[in-house]
């Protein structure tokens, strides 16, 4: 069984920090690429940032640049996206994904997804 569980969304301040993970199962992460997306209510899924499957190159939506930071951890199967400074906009639904095709921040060219972790920021 192919599976990525996204974990560490919450409810946060504006300004706060969250360290989302997502652990795979089933399959091994070390020759994927891996992405995280997001989705807010009423609009397209969105690429947040993708990490090589070696860690050695990172991209990142405008958006978030300066403020997210993702990594891997191929020994224990596992990405991560640390969130910091979070504006209310960065609320939405955030996705992992993985695939072996070169796809950037362009959500069909995953092949495995997570179920999603909801990222509420207010206040």
């Known amino acids: 069984q192919l599976q990525l569980v996204e974990s560490g969304g919450g409810l946060v301040q504006p300004g706060g920090s969250l360290r989302l993970s997502c652990a795979a199962s089933?399959?091994?992460?070390?020759?994927?690429?891996i992405g995280w997306f997001r989705q807010a209510p009423g609009k397209e899924r969105e690429g947040v940032s993708c990490i090589s499957h070696s860690g050695g190159s990172t991209k990142y939506a405008d958006s978030v640049k300066g403020r997210f930071t993702i990594s891997r951890d191929n020994a224990d199967n596992t990405m991560y996206l640390q969130m910091n400074s979070l504006k209310p906009e960065d609320t939405a639904v955030y996705y992992c994904?993985?695939?072996?095709?070169?796809?950037?921040?362009?959500?069909?060219?995953?092949?495995?997804w997570g179920q999603g972790t909801q990222v509420t920021v207010s206040s």
């Open positions: 994904a993985a695939t072996k095709r070169l796809a950037w921040l362009i959500p069909s060219g995953y092949d495995h």
């Open positions: 089933g399959f091994s992460l070390d020759y994927h690429a």
